[in-house]
């Protein structure tokens, strides 16, 4: 961070910025949101597990048909630890909108997007970085931009945020020269 003197006995730090840089209005997440896309991020990654009680539901059905081992077991099991599973996650999600260590998560940013980083200020002097190397996927919904850090941090960048309809042409270009997402 460059060191701007405002006053010779309190130095103030700035973050550094790029002027070519897509600039956006201050936002902030809501949590219902972040539950809503923490939640599906995960049925998205965990659906091949979903396949682990319904096979054991398969086979059981074949078992009973056949009358080799009759039971009704299996069904109840499978399917409340499948609830069980997802009523975990869901939990988890909800708990992080609650943890004052995730706080920060849910203030207003203003985001500075460019080439090399996103830059999440939350004032002139205080923020955050994101390298590209740090996004694991990003994709666009109906109303915004989601980039997924790990399984329980977003970066969500509704439309409405950005100034111009060129600042989302030009940030929907840089995501796809860094092939985060697809043409």
């Known amino acids: 961070m460059a060191k701007v003197s405002v006053n010779k006995h309190q130095p103030v730090y700035q973050m550094p910025t790029n002027p070519a840089a897509v600039r956006t209005k201050k936002y902030a997440l809501a949590t219902k949101k972040y539950v809503t896309l923490a939640m599906r991020y995960f049925f998205k990654t965990q659906l091949k ?3 682990i009680p319904l096979a054991l539901i398969l086979i059981n059905a074949v ?5 080799v081992y009759p039971n009704l077991w299996i069904y109840i099991t499978a ?4 609830i069980l599973y997802v009523l975990f996650w869901l ?8 943890l004052a260590q995730y706080k920060p998560m849910f203030e207003k940013f203003q985001y500075e997007i460019d080439n090399r980083q996103i830059l999440m200020k939350l004032n002139m002097k205080e ?5 590209w190397e740090q996004i694991l996927e990003s994709y666009k ?14 970066i969500h960048l509704p439309f409405t945020i950005f100034n111009s309809e060129h600042d989302i042409k030009v ?3 840089i995501l796809k020269q860094k092939e985060q997402l697809k043409a």
């Open 49 to 51: 597990w979903g396949l």
């Open 63 to 67: 078992l009973n048909l056949t009358g």
């Open 79 to 82: 399917i409340i630890g499948s």
């Open 91 to 98: 939990i988890q999600f909800t708990g992080i909108t609650q």
């Open 127 to 131: 923020g955050s970085v994101i390298k």
């Open 141 to 154: 919904d109906k109303d915004a931009y989601v980039l997924v850090i790990s399984k329980g941090q977003f």
């Open 171 to 173: 940030f929907e270009r």
